[in-house]
Structure formats: C-alpha cells, structure tokens
C-alpha cells in the first residue's frame, strides 16, 4: 500500500485527485497505476483500470487470478467492475468513498451474483490516505 500511496501522492502533484493503484503477484508488483483523468482527458483513467492494464500487459492475459490489488480509496463501480472481470483475488483499500465506493460505502458490488467475487480488506493504512485525499481538496479551496 506504501507504493499506492506514493502514486497517489504523485497524481495530486499532475493536478489529478491523488489515488494511486498497484497489482501484486507473488509478492511482486506486476502494475502499479495513478489518476490521470486531468492530464488524459479521459474519464476512464482511474489509478485502477491504469494499474489492471499495466498487470495484463505484463502477464500478456486479461486473466489476473491470484492477484491482489492494493488502491488507496475505495473502488467505484467502473473500477470495481474491472476488478470482476480481470479476476483479482483481494482487494486492499484505504479511505472509504462515501461518494462512490462499491465496497460497502455506496453498495457492496462484489458480494453480488456476478461470476467471480474478490474478497475486500479495508482500512489499509487509511489515516495517510485519506489526509492525502483531504490535503488535496483543501488545496483547491
């Protein structure tokens, strides 16, 4: 999570809300992955699809079964979705999102009945993620 953090970190300095995103196998990060909508112009670049398409690449498969994914907010639906259908085993977040988390915050997308459910662990070093998410958005007060 320390390295999401950093990546988050990073996207708040490029103007981007500061989520950060990386992909784990075997103890190795195989995609790692930070906002960039701002500087993409593109609605879809959010630290996980980043982080989801840099491990596919990597593996050279869409399946990411017995991997874990380790973001500093709590995913949103598109975002959750990619999750599903790339097959990632855990899921580790820090800060909820009250806006649009789908791990519980909003709906607890992945204890539906879709064909693969990845389990949650919230919390994760949330105190620094959220104070990264909170110094932002002062900053543009």
């Not at 995913?75 to 979705?81: D, E, L, V």
């Not at 993620?129 to 002062?138: A, D, I, N, P, W």
Request: net charge negative; with cysteine; aromatic share 6%.
């Amino acid at each position: 999570m320390a390295q999401a953090l950093a990546l988050a970190e990073e996207a708040g300095q490029a103007g981007d809300i500061p989520v950060g995103c990386v992909v784990v196998k075997d103890g190795q990060v195989i995609g790692s992955g930070r906002n960039q909508r701002e500087a993409s112009g593109d609605a879809t670049a959010h630290a996980e699809v980043e982080a989801i398409r840099a491990a596919c690449a990597r593996l050279g498969s869409w399946h990411l079964e017995g991997c874990d994914l380790y973001v500093t907010l709590e995913p949103c639906p598109m975002c959750a979705g990619a999750i599903i259908n790339a097959r990632i085993q855990r899921v580790w977040y820090g800060a909820r999102n009250p806006k649009a988390g789908c791990c519980g915050s909003v709906i607890a997308l992945f204890q539906e009945r879709f064909n693969h459910r990845p389990q949650v662990y919230g919390g994760v070093l949330e105190p620094s993620c959220g104070q990264v998410l909170e110094c932002f958005f002062q900053s543009l007060s």
